[in-house]
C-alpha cells in the first residue's frame, strides 16, 4: 500500500483481504492484456491505472483502465551499441541510491515519481570517479522511476522504493 485511507484510523484498509486479492487478480489480468496493446511487455515503467467500486452488494467491480501517465515506451531501436545493463541498490533506498554500472556508457538519469512528475535530473561523468551513487534525501517516501539515457534516448528505466 502506498497510502491509506484518510478516512479511517491510521494505517487502516477499506478493503478486506479477499477483495484485494480479487483486485489483484484482475490487475494482473488488465495489466498484461495491455502491455501486449502498448507493445510494453517487460517495460519496468509500463502500469496501469484503474476505477474500481464496491457495490451494495459488496461485489467488487472494475469501471476504466487506462495506461498510466508516466509510461515511458521502450525505445524501438536501442541507441547505438553501448551496454545499458545497470541496477539500482538498495531498494527499498534511505537516502541514497546507488548504480551499479561497469562499462555502460550511462550520460544521464532522470527519477520521476509515481504521478509523472520530474524530481531529480543528473548528468553522469563517464571519468575514473565517476559517482555511482545519488542522494535521494529531499524526496517524499514513495514509488519512483529511474531512466538511464543516452544522447537523449532512454536505455533503461527500474523503479525503486523510498523510505
Not at 509523472?116 to 522511476?145: C, R
Request: charged share 15%; net charge negative.
Amino acid at each position: 500500500m502506498i497510502q491509506y485511507s484518510s478516512l479511517l484510523d491510521v494505517d487502516t484498509l477499506l478493503m478486506s483481504d479477499p477483495q484485494l486479492d480479487l483486485l489483484r487478480q484482475y490487475l494482473a489480468v488488465i495489466h498484461d492484456r495491455f502491455a501486449i496493446l502498448y507493445h510494453a511487455v517487460g517495460n519496468p515503467t509500463f502500469a496501469m491505472d484503474i476505477e474500481y467500486k464496491i457495490d451494495s452488494t459488496n461485489q467488487l467491480a472494475i469501471k476504466q483502465a487506462r495506461p498510466w501517465v508516466s509510461y515511458v515506451p521502450t525505445p524501438a531501436n536501442p541507441v547505438g551499441s553501448f551496454n545499458c545493463d545497470f541496477v539500482l541498490f538498495p531498494n527499498p533506498a534511505g537516502d541514497l541510491i546507488n548504480i551499479g554500472c561497469e562499462n555502460c556508457g550511462i550520460a544521464a538519469v532522470r527519477i520521476v515519481d509515481i504521478k509523472g512528475s520530474l524530481v531529480l535530473e543528473k548528468t553522469m561523468e563517464q571519468a575514473e570517479n565517476w559517482d555511482p551513487q545519488i542522494s535521494i534525501a529531499h524526496l517524499q517516501n514513495g514509488l519512483y522511476f529511474l531512466s538511464g539515457s543516452m544522447n537523449g534516448s532512454v536505455c533503461k528505466t527500474l523503479r525503486f522504493i523510498k523510505h
